[in-house]
């Protein structure tokens, strides 16, 4: 199983930038899926989770900026993030709780991470 992250870059404050993340391999099922990130000399941080009913939710700090979803049937997970601020700043990680045989457990997958630069 492999979560491949994309879409992090450079963009200015108050700007929008939009990171999906993609499983695949043998899967049977996921179920929760989340993002981190991890600022320089910072420990790594829950901002968003969503589990496969689509419930949500999200660090303080985002809330209200970012929205995070999922496409299912493409085992997908996203996190739009608008109204981007320099403390945003980070190597953002994505993760899944996967089940890959039935009746298997549930292990936890991390992404490579990408980054994310806000510039003031």
């Known amino acids: 199983v492999q979560l491949q992250a994309s879409g992090g870059g450079l963009v200015q404050t108050g700007g929008s930038l939009r990171l999906s993340c993609a499983a695949s391999g043998s899967i049977v099922s996921i179920n929760a899926m989340r993002w981190y990130r991890q600022a320089p000399g910072k420990q790594r941080e829950l901002v968003a989770g969503i589990t496969s009913g689509g419930r949500t939710n999200y660090a303080d700090s985002v809330k209200g900026r970012f929205t995070i979803s999922r496409d299912n049937a493409k085992n997908t997970v996203f996190l739009q993030m608008s109204s981007l601020k320099p403390e945003d700043t980070a190597v953002y990680y994505c993760?899944?709780?996967?089940?890959?045989?039935?009746?298997?457990?549930?292990?936890?997958?991390w992404g490579q991470g990408t980054l994310v630069t806000v510039s003031s």
């Open positions: 993760n899944a709780e996967i089940q890959r045989v039935i009746q298997a457990p549930w292990y936890m997958y």
